[in-house]
């Protein structure tokens, strides 16, 4: 059977159904393993077998954060022993970090991950510094997702999955032709105490004031969607850890200016919520290198608790405005809760007059 590619010719996984075994990976910080998330880690397990799903931990993912964080080789291991398994359907990240781009030497010009990812393409889910491992596999031809993490939603301290994000995630089930993201009714504060004694404890929320704010634009702009965690792109760019610009340009994680031609870019904030300052050297990055000469829109997530929300929004008017782009700003992704899910390379299309972000083509095969 032929292979499914999306609009920017990346393989398309199939979607999950009841009985899959997904694995639980973890790329970047080694928190899950950390006996501190112990309580956290049994939730996340239990909100999978509600969704019918059979978890995989892989061999390292709980090994710890000072394990991890000197061995990237064996997390590296983990991806590809996810990869490699006919009997795993999805993977899962538990949670960011910032050195996941440690990673790629282990990975990128191994023939086993690139014969899987062809004969086998799986569903892969997460955000913040996994965007370098939704980059490296977008380079390696796979679709992948910046979703829902185990850590972040699927162990949701609460009595539940926070209703939005637990949508999302069961979208991750479905064959729907197209999928409009839509404004979330509420919003959420970011917990500030994750220890046992918070079970079962709401988090404090917010109605929606804002809804999705289109700063600049008119009609509909299309185009496939690339980014994430604006701080990691800006990492590939600008060496804030030893060999990171060096290892991106050896495997061409940072796409070239020319590949984010005719691109929707998606960028948001994490939860370090930059200065002000420091988003506009970020955005003022990213024109340097070429990317906002070639996009055709720009989509902005909320920031967390909403700080700077007012802040970002002019400056994100002012750095793009030499090329006139098309903004919509206060898109539930990334960082703030809850969250979307929003596929690499999928087409979507923004309608600047109605104010409306949809996904114009199925998430799966």
Known sequence: MRPHRNAAGRL?????TKGDHVAIVSLSAGTLGEPVAAHQ??????????????????????????????????????????????????????IG???????????????????????????????????IDHLMLYRLGLQTFYGPNFLND?????????????????????????????????????????SPAALGTPRVRHPETHGFEVLRGQGVISGPLLGGCLESLDDLLVDHLPQETEISQRFGIMPSPTEWAGKIL??????????????????????????FDQVVAVVAGKPQNERYYAEYKQILQEVTAPDALPLLFNVNFGHAYPRTALPYGAKAALDCDAGTLTITEPFFT
Request: include cysteine; charged fraction near 20%; charge should be negative.
């Open 12 to 16: 398309k996984p199939r979607p999950l």
């Open 97 to 131: 970090g910032d050195d996941t781009f440690r990673l790629a030497p282990y990975l990128m010009t191994d023939p086993d991950v690139v014969k899987a990812i062809q004969d086998q393409p799986k569903l892969v889910t997460g955000f913040s510094d996994t965007t």
């Open 41 to 94: 880690l049994k939730l996340g397990l239990a909100r999978l077998a509600v969704f019918g799903l059979t978890p995989k931990i892989m061999p390292n993912a709980l090994a710890g954060s000072a394990a991890l964080l000197a061995h990237p080789e064996a997390r590296a291991a983990d991806l590809k022993a996810a990869l490699l398994d006919p009997e795993i359907s999805g993977i899962i990240c538990a």
């Open 266 to 291: 998606f960028i948001e904030t994490s939860e370090e919520r930059p200065a002000p300052a420091s988003y506009r050297q970020m955005l003022q990055h990213l024109q340097a290198f070429g990317v």
């Open 154 to 194: 699927l162990a949701e301290l609460d009595q539940s999955m926070l209703p939005y994000t637990q949508a999302t995630f069961a979208h991750y089930f479905d064959t729907a032709a197209r999928t409009q993201i839509c404004s979330s009714p509420v919003w959420y504060e970011e917990r500030t105490d994750f």
